[in-house]
């Protein structure tokens, strides 16, 4: 069932229900009626955006067949870190690309000191 396989990624990711929904760009009350299995489909473009969202495979979704996961999954954090990049300006963007550089680095240079 549908309410299910929405319940196991809820589970999987540790995530409430308003914050699926909020993540997804869909009421909190549509993620309830599919959870209490009032809703029994979704469409097609919510099963991809799931998909890319979580890693779980939009064919799984939809009909329970197939693999389960896609990708690998986001976790949590990394949803939330993702949209707070896309609401950055550009000048902020590149001040972490050059932190994330910067670990990089930091990680070469002790990983032979070990």
């Given amino acids: 069932m549908l309410s299910e ?3 196991l990624i809820l589970s999987e990711h540790n995530i409430k229900q308003v914050d699926f929904a909020e993540t997804l ?3 909190a009350n549509y ?3 599919l959870v209490n299995g009032k809703k029994v489909n979704i469409s097609e473009t919510l099963a ?3 998909e890319e969202t979580y890693g779980y495979s939009s064919q799984w ?3 329970g067949t197939g693999e389960k996961n896609s990708t690998p ?3 949590a954090v990394k949803v939330e870190f993702l949209k707070r990049v896309q609401k950055m300006p550009e000048d902020e963007i ?3 690309l050059a932190f994330a550089n ?3 680095s930091v990680k070469k240079s002790f990983s032979g000191s070990v």
């Fill in 25 to 27: 760009g869909i009421s």
């Fill in 94 to 96: 590149i001040a972490l």
């Fill in 61 to 63: 979704l939809m009909t």
């Fill in 48 to 50: 991809k955006l799931i």
């Fill in 73 to 75: 999954s986001l976790t």
């Fill in 31 to 33: 993620v309830n009626q």
């Fill in 102 to 104: 910067s670990l990089e």
């Fill in 5 to 7: 396989r929405i319940k």
